[in-house]
């Protein structure tokens, strides 16, 4: 987890290129095991210690929150939009955050598989079709294209 978001931190603001489901995912898991803590943090301190030093304490901690939420803005902001080019779409699809129920149309995208292959955004951050090249390649013909059916009873005939 700590590795994927380090990933999208060294791309501060990168917005071009594609990033896969589990690079997004895994940056938003480590954000919510940063903040979420913090929170409960806030509000257990504001509940048990009351008046005074309590706080002070409840306010360190929110401000904490705040100061974090507003230097992750800009990194969530290009994985979010790397996303979008995984799945061949365009970054102004982020628009779609400020219509009513545009955040779940985000939502199902972001749970989408992205673009086999290379798009107009830059290849595949899987790797799968330099791997089907490579194939291809060692078969001597193309492996992925034929019909299943086809391939085992070629290789019954062998």
Same mark, same amino acid.
């Given at each position: 987890m700590l590795f994927w978001y380090r990933e999208v931190l060294s791309k501060y603001a990168d917005f071009s290129g594609r990033a896969r489901r589990r690079e997004f995912w895994m940056f938003h898991l480590a954000n919510l095991v940063i903040v =979420?803590?913090?929170l409960v943090l806030g509000v257990v301190s504001a509940e048990m210690l009351g008046e005074g030093s309590g706080l002070v304490v409840t306010w360190? =901690?929110?401000a904490f929150y705040g100061i974090y939420v507003l230097a992750m803005f800009i990194p969530q902001l290009a994985v979010s939009?790397?996303?979008l080019h995984d799945l061949g779409k365009s970054g102004w699809w982020m628009l779609l955050t400020f219509v009513p129920f545009g955040s779940w149309v985000l939502l199902v995208f972001f749970v989408q598989d992205g673009t086999d292959g290379d798009n107009v955004y830059g290849p595949?951050?899987?790797g799968f079709a330099d791997l089907r090249k490579r194939v291809d390649e060692l078969a001597g013909e193309s492996y992925f294209s034929d019909n299943v059916y086809e391939q085992s009873a070629r290789y019954r005939a062998i």
């Open positions: =979420l803590p913090v360190g =901690l929110y939009v790397r996303r595949d951050p899987k």
